[in-house]
């Protein structure tokens, strides 16, 4: 006689709505925890940007006043940073805009010399007409003699968010024309983002 095994049914694959819903709710939470503190990062990443983009400016025209020996001058305006603006009288401390221009000799008649220039919205993260980075010059303009030396008192660009939230940076160039980009925030003794 012939016996029967009973048939095992078949094992369950994939998962159940339970543990899906389970799953899903845990990512949510996640993400949710997650934004706050990627929001401050995208902040950071711009302020960093934009400190960048005007600390190799400082450095470009001190660079281009050594090499053309004469006076250069990196000028913050809200004017666009062509060469037909190249003579503007538009300078401000906050103008998301800059231009490097050679200062013609004091004899001269002659206007200003475009070398170059960059729009607050070109790859800093700052909009035009508004950003989410403030830049605030303690003057609209800073000049580089032909040895590379300020042509003036020491300066400093401060770059923070309208938020608070977001770490602060500062661009500041000595007496002698050398520049740095520091982190005002940073009080530690011997540590090289000190400002």
């Given at each position: 006689?012939?016996?029967?095994?009973?048939?095992?049914?078949?094992?369950?694959?994939?998962?159940?709505?339970?543990?899906?819903?389970?799953?899903?709710?845990?990512?949510?939470?996640?993400?949710?925890?997650?934004?706050?503190?990627?929001?401050?990062?995208?902040?950071?990443?711009?302020?960093?940007?934009?400190?960048?983009?005007?600390?190799?400016?400082?450095?470009?025209?001190?660079?281009?006043?050594?090499?053309?020996?004469?006076?250069?001058?990196?000028?913050?305006?809200?004017?666009?940073?062509?060469?037909?603006?190249?003579?503007?009288?538009?300078?401000?401390?906050?103008?998301?805009?800059?231009?490097?221009?050679?200062?013609?000799?004091?004899?001269?008649?002659?206007?200003?010399?475009?070398?170059?220039?960059?729009?607050?919205?070109?790859?800093?993260?700052?909009?035009?007409?508004?950003?989410?980075?403030?830049?605030?010059?303690?003057?609209?303009?800073?000049?580089?003699?032909?040895?590379?030396?300020?042509?003036?008192?020491?300066?400093?660009?401060?770059f923070c968010a309208p938020s608070g939230a977001a770490?602060?940076?500062?661009?500041?160039?000595?007496?002698?024309?050398?520049?740095?980009?520091?982190?005002?925030?940073?009080?530690?003794?011997?540590?090289?983002?000190?400002?």
């Amino acid at each position: 006689m012939l016996t029967r095994r009973p048939v095992r049914p078949a094992r369950q694959q994939g998962f159940s709505l339970i543990e899906l819903m389970v799953t899903v709710s845990v990512m949510v939470l996640l993400s949710l925890l997650a934004v706050p503190s990627m929001s401050q990062y995208v902040e950071n990443s711009k302020i960093h940007g934009t400190a960048e983009v005007v600390f190799a400016a400082m450095q470009k025209a001190r660079t281009e006043a050594i090499r053309r020996n004469a006076t250069v001058e990196l000028v913050f305006t809200d004017q666009a940073p062509t060469p037909a603006s190249v003579d503007t009288t538009g300078v401000t401390t906050t103008g998301p805009n800059w231009l490097i221009r050679q200062v013609p000799p004091p004899s001269s008649t002659a206007s200003h010399l475009f070398i170059e220039g960059k729009s607050g919205a070109e790859g800093s993260g700052r909009p035009a007409g508004g950003s989410s980075t403030t830049l605030v010059a303690s003057s609209g303009a800073v000049a580089f003699t032909p040895y590379g030396a300020l042509s003036g008192a020491p300066f400093q660009v401060d770059f923070c968010a309208p938020s608070g939230a977001a770490r602060c940076l500062k661009v500041v160039v000595s007496r002698g024309g050398q520049a740095r980009l520091c982190d005002p925030a940073v009080t530690a003794i011997g540590d090289t983002r000190k400002c």
